[in-house]
């Protein structure tokens, strides 16, 4: 008994370090993924990106908050253009429900399927209750030059905030 309580604090410490020393941070290479787009195809970030890339992560469609930021994203979305940044979102909602959402929302980017969150996990977006509000921007060369976890999921980075750290980073 004591042996495999030892064996379960043992695991735990160990998430805890990969928590918190393994994070990825600014400058780091961004994680590779290849994830059903809602066009139903198979979406590799390292072949699509042709410049920088805004990926979104966010907790899952027709929710409050992810209608109202993907749609501030949306009526913004020459900004961001303009900035050279493409935008992908990111949910753990499958293909289906994210090609109704982008129809329903005329959302102009490309939406990701992340059901079991192996891509939200690798980008320490992903938590007790499934994906995390979160933003990377990510360049040509696949290094992250920002990112940004909301510590709470009813929080989400402002147009106005992101257009002007993109100006700074790029």
């Not at 735990?12 to 918190?20: G, K, S």
């Not at 940044?85 to 090609?99: C, F, L, M, N, Q």
């Amino acid at each position: 008994m004591a042996f495999y309580f030892g064996l379960k604090q043992l695991k735990y410490a160990l998430l805890v370090y990969i928590e918190i020393f393994m994070a990825l941070d600014t400058g780091d290479k961004a994680p590779d993924f290849s994830l059903i787009a809602d066009n139903g195809k198979p979406f590799k970030l390292s072949s699509k990106l042709k410049g920088n890339a805004l990926l979104v992560f966010y907790p899952g469609d027709d929710l409050p908050v992810c209608k109202q930021q993907l749609s501030d994203y949306r009526d913004s979305y020459s900004d961001f253009s303009d900035l050279g940044v493409e935008v992908i979102a990111i949910s753990s909602d499958d293909a289906g429900t994210i090609k109704a959402f982008k129809k329903d929302h005329d959302l102009p980017f490309t939406l990701l399927s992340d059901v079991d969150g192996e891509v939200s996990k690798q980008y320490d977006s992903f938590g007790w209750f499934g994906v995390k509000r979160s933003v990377f921007l990510v360049d040509k060369d696949m290094e992250i030059k920002y990112k940004h976890i909301e510590s709470v999921s009813i929080y989400s980075r402002s147009v106005e905030e992101l257009t002007e750290m993109i100006k700074r980073k790029v």
